[in-house]
């Protein structure tokens, strides 16, 4: 059944000050505006799925640009199309605007300010926990599918990553070709 214009504007809403709440509270990069984006829109709104997410997530990411609005995007269209992305991207937006510009303003008396660099410091632990928080909920998902392929990759990227301080775009490339040779290769299209 078709949803009514009502029910959609009432939708769009929805997106708009989730995006703009998520946006308003979020410090620390686009992988903890993914946490919260998860948290809200699948576990609490139901509109896309884990899988949906994850996929989303590794789609934000490997795109150009900041991950939180590649998410934006990504999330929008999925759940109101075109006007879901616009909102959504809007919402994401506006918080980091505002703060900028209020930051411009008076960026002398906080370029100097030790207790704002103090609070600065003291919110990167509170990032490092929610992207492990992330890392470790998405991952649960690939640990679940029990594929050894997907584990294997998983394993190979924080090798390469962490050990051999293989360039994250390589890292990138290399998993999405195998990706869509996974994809290929159980579609049939292709054999190996």
């Known amino acids: 059944m078709k949803e009514s214009r009502a029910a959609f504007r009432g939708r769009l809403w929805q997106l708009f000050f989730g995006m703009l709440s998520i946006s308003a509270v979020t410090f620390g990069g686009g992988f903890v505006i993914v946490t919260l984006m998860k948290r809200k829109f699948v576990d609490?709104?139901?509109?896309?799925?884990?899988?949906?997410m994850l996929d989303m997530t590794a789609l934000a990411q490997s795109s150009p640009g900041a991950i939180a609005v590649n998410a934006a995007i990504l999330v929008g269209w999925k759940v109101a199309g075109l006007a879901g992305m616009?909102?959504?991207?809007?919402?994401?937006?506006?918080?980091?605007?505002a703060i900028l510009a209020a930051i411009s303003l008076g960026y002398q008396a906080f370029a100097g300010n030790r207790y704002v660099s103090l609070a600065l410091r003291g919110m990167q632990s509170g990032v490092a926990a929610v992207i492990l928080d992330v890392s470790l909920s998405l991952g649960q998902h690939?640990?679940?599918?029990?594929?050894k392929t997907h584990l294997f990759i998983m394993a190979a990227a924080f090798i390469a990553t962490f050990f051999l301080r293989v360039n994250v775009i390589w890292i990138i490339l290399c998993a999405a070709a195998a990706g869509i040779a996974l994809t290929l290769r159980r579609k049939g299209d292709w054999t190996a």
């Open 44 to 52: 609490e709104k139901h509109w896309i799925t884990e899988q949906e």
């Open 142 to 147: 690939v640990m679940k599918d029990g594929q």
């Open 86 to 97: 616009l909102v959504a991207v809007l919402g994401t937006i506006l918080p980091p605007m």
